[in-house]
Nanobody, 121 residues
Framework: VQLVESGGGKVQAGGSLRLSCVAS????????IGWFRQAPGKEREGVSC????????NYTESVKGRFTISSDNAKNTVYLQMNNLKPEDTAVYYC???????????????WGRGTRVSVSS
């Protein structure tokens, strides 16, 4: 099982980034794919998740209306479009896979290595 994130970078507040998570080594459709982030000195938190089987999505309150999660079945890829970025969005962003419908990190079994997002004011 492998998850590889990409798309991180440095942007100014108000800017946008699109993160990608490419999955391999498992039946993608059986899983929930989540995006998480961890800022320096803080715990890892759930940002968004998507159920590959039916497209159901969930977002943490702080990103609602700014971030959009989506998936491309043919490419085994899940995206996180991040608009109107704020300095408090600065973190390492991880994607992960779970059998459970959850946005809690402890429910996820497989993790990527992360991609760094830095938002300056």
């Amino acid at each position: 099982v492998q998850l590889v994130e990409s798309g991180g970078g440095k942007v100014q507040a108000g800017g946008s980034l699109r993160l990608s998570c490419v999955a391999s080594g498992f039946v993608f459709d059986d899983y929930v794919i989540g995006w998480f982030r961890q800022a320096p000195g803080k715990e890892r938190e759930g940002v968004s998740c998507i159920a590959r089987s039916n497209g159901r999505t969930n977002y943490t309150e702080s990103v609602k209306g700014r971030f959009t999660i989506s998936s491309d079945n043919a490419k085994n890829t899940v995206y996180l479009q991040m608009n109107n970025l704020k300095p408090e969005d600065t973190a390492v962003y991880y994607c992960a896979a779970s059998f459970f419908w959850s946005i809690l990190p402890q429910h996820y079994d497989y993790w990527g290595r992360g991609t760094r997002v830095s938002v300056s004011s």
